[in-house]
């Protein structure tokens, strides 16, 4: 029978708790009161305070959730996950597309050309007589570029210094299109024929080189001037009349600062690998920003949901200015950067709320911004309280001193049962799982790993060990997303099933009970960290179900660093328990791609299969929506198929509201909130009222 805990309160407990909300706001009851005040203020309550107050800088939680409130992206997602309109009102997304003319015959019987205009003529030959296959509303333009001198640094390498060297860059052929399109260059052969990159010869390039130093300067010259180049641009639209809280106008070189705000080296930006595939930030007047890409990589247009930062107030000058003021002198003012500005607890922004104040392990004090350019949020002020202690966080909320809660599992179900209250249930984009090391030799094979999963019972753990809170999930991707493949279903529990398969394999049962073949015990080890109960009990679990049909797990608790150090990062270990908090682009390249299972690297289970290379790569350079969502749910199922990891659950996330909050809508009348579709309730917080009575939905 499922049990629950109840929260039980010792009287020292609640009267301190009591006595704290008491002397920071009244009791529901009396909110109405001394003019209503408090139906204007929004209060959340957190066990942490923010770190820095910097979209370009944060990188934890409760900064990213004061962020959200006072900057603007250019783009963000909307309530069902698809990209929106920010700071920038449009945007179009088009690809210049770059091809290096090797001259010479193509081979196959194809003809020749000597020059670049004859390949250019070809080209366009072949694609007006159907003889490549391009679509007709994706070629704009086709121009020759003139040959070119480049400097390219060929790296130091040993003993051997950087060499700077001048090169002579052939001739090359600029393609306009219309949309990126990865498939570009392969729709060309028919003309350019097989092998047309290998006809390169980089040592005509420049003046001859000692042996040693001709590869070094040929791989040089490669990365720089590719035979085959994707430039994808986005043409960004921004939004006019828009200004930040101190009434400054914003407009195309603030969106062109951030981005060098960002690549500086001094800042320590944690954005930086977010936008380094980007070659070129240009404004174009003062409301349109064009951004060109080094290559393919379509995850990257979500970079530009980071809040637009204003240049007027953290450029050189006004760093300059600040270091003035506060008497930095000497090197000091040689590193000062973003890092060191006051602006970091004292922001400026183009967002809903206007900063107001910061008292530190206390409180975050923001204030509603009446010129937003998205109108103006309803409620007055938003607070954002740090209370740690999980059980004061309670009280204060059944007091009314905060008006969300983010209960625990076990507490879930009595708030649900409470007319006062509303519960609102997500599942997160995460997930938690069982990880083998599939370079150890008995974990190799995926037959194996599969009959593991079937001999636990995932459903019990979902409903004892996270009392219900949580959901299945089969792959890779957050359920949430549209890249999940809903058509995968979870591994059967069936200990007798997995039995059979592992007895095929020529395992079978010794005179002790364990499974045994060749002489060796079925035998490895299950670890993870200390201080995740969840994990915890999943060992013993997991132990337990395999030992029902003569698997014999060992498990082991590590403090996180020791974890990390000795055994994940090397590769060091047979299988783990882990989970991952995952984004909502289908980009998976860092967690299953081969060349990312080296030590340190995040693919530690070493899983390697080269139809899911090609499917992982193809759909971070993919720019169609529907063609990256077929390829992402091909490579859901294929890593299924294979069971690196046993997928265990996705947990559930509860946040528990007032009742009487409820959401304004465009005619005036009154609705129940809703979150997105990614579980996000304050994604229409600025349509948000406190009602100074139930409603009667």
């Known amino acids: 029978m499922r049990t629950k805990r109840l929260l039980i309160l010792t009287p020292l407990a609640l009267i301190a708790a009591l006595l704290q909300s008491y002397y920071w706001v009244p009791t529901y009851e009396d909110q109405a009161g001394a ?3 408090r139906l204007h203020k929004f209060i959340e309550a957190s066990s942490g305070d923010a770190k820095i107050l910097n979209p370009a800088l944060n990188a934890d939680t409760a900064s990213s959730r004061i962020v959200d409130r006072l900057f603007d992206g250019l783009l963000d997602l909307d309530e069902n996950l698809a990209l929106r309109p920010r700071l920038a009102s449009a945007w179009e997304i088009t690809e210049q597309a770059y091809l290096l003319a090797v001259p010479g015959a193509p081979g196959d019987g194809a003809p020749a050309w000597d020059d670049a205009q004859t390949l250019a003529d070809e080209l366009e030959r072949a694609i007006r007589t159907g003889e490549i296959e391009v679509p007709p509303d994706l070629l704009r333009e086709v121009e020759v570029l003139a040959p070119h001198t480049r400097r390219v640094e060929v790296p130091a390498s040993g003993e051997t210094p950087a060499l700077p060297l001048e090169v002579r860059v052939p001739a090359r ?13 392969t729709r060309l052969a028919p003309v350019l024929g097989e092998g047309y990159a290998e006809r390169v010869d980089y040592g005509a390039w420049h003046e001859p080189l000692a042996p040693g130093a001709r590869a070094a300067a040929s791989a040089a010259i490669a990365a720089e001037v590719p035979v085959f180049e994707h430039n994808p641009e986005i043409l960004f639209e921004l939004r006019r009349g828009v200004r930040f809280h101190d009434g400054h106008e914003f407009d195309s070189g603030d969106v062109a600062f951030t981005y060098r705000a960002i690549m500086a080296p001094r800042n320590l930006s944690p954005r930086t690998s977010d936008f380094e595939p980007i070659k070129q930030v240009e404004p174009l007047g003062p409301y349109r920003v064009r951004v060109v890409y080094k290559r393919l990589f379509s995850p990257a247009i979500m970079a530009w949901a980071m809040g637009i930062l204003p240049e007027h107030l953290l450029n050189e000058a006004a760093l300059a200015t600040e270091m003035d003021a506060r008497g930095i002198v000497g090197e000091a003012r040689e ?13 400026v922004g183009t967002g809903a709320f206007r900063f107001v104040e910061w008292q530190s392990d206390e409180l ?9 350019w998205d109108g103006p949020p309803l409620y007055a002020e938003y607070f954002y309280r740090i209370i740690p202690d999980a059980l004061t966080r309670e009280v204060e909320f059944r007091t009314g001193a905060v008006d969300s809660y983010t209960p625990e599992p076990y507490q879930v179900a009595r708030y649900s049962e409470d007319r006062r209250y509303r519960a609102f249930s997500s599942i997160r984009t995460g997930y938690t799982y069982i990880g083998y090391n599939t ?4 974990l190799a094979d995926p037959r194996v790993r599969r009959a593991l999963g079937m001999a636990i019972d995932v459903e019990q753990i979902i409903d004892y060990l996270i009392y219900g809170e949580g959901e299945r999930v089969t792959g890779p991707y957050p359920k949430t997303t549209a890249w999940y493949a809903e058509d995968v279903t979870p591994l ?6 997995a039995l059979r398969v592992l007895e095929r394999l020529g395992w079978q049962r010794n005179a002790d009970g ?9 035998e490895f080890n299950l670890i993870t960290n200390n201080g995740n109960q969840s994990r915890r009990a999943i060992l013993s679990i997991a132990q337990d179900a395999w030992k029902r049909i003569g698997v014999k797990c060992n498990t082991q608790v590590f403090e996180w660093a020791v974890f990390l150090k000795d055994f994940v990062n090397p590769g060091d270990f047979d299988a783990v328990v882990l989970g991952w908090s995952m984004g909502v682009d289908p980009d998976l390249y860092q967690l299953w791609h081969s060349s990312q299972s080296g030590p340190n690297q995040l693919n530690f289970v070493g899983y390697r299969n080269a139809r899911a290379d090609l499917l992982i790569e193809r759909i971070r350079r993919e720019y169609d929506h529907a063609r990256q969502v077929e390829a992402a749910r091909q490579l859901h199922r294929l890593i299924a198929e294979d069971q690196p990891y046993t997928f265990l659950y996705a947990p559930r996330t509860t946040q528990i509201m007032d009742r009487k909050i409820v959401m304004v809508a465009e005619d005036g009348s009154f609705e129940p909130l809703r ?5 996000d309730l304050l994604y229409f917080l600025n349509r948000w009222r406190k009602l100074d009575h139930e409603p009667d939905f």
């Open 35 to 37: 003019g209503g005040q």
């Open 173 to 185: 052929l600029r393609f306009s299109l219309a949309r990126v399109d990865q498939d570009f260059f």
């Open 335 to 347: 590193s000062f950067g973003l890092r060191d500005s006051n602006f970091n607890r004292a922001p």
């Open 364 to 372: 975050i004090h923001l204030r509603r911004n009446p010129d937003y």
């Open 439 to 442: 370079r150890r030799a008995l």
């Open 492 to 497: 059967p529990y069936d200990p007798p099933g």
């Open 514 to 522: 364990w499974l045994e073949k060749d002489g060796r015990v079925f």
């Open 675 to 679: 979150a997105t579709r990614s579980g």
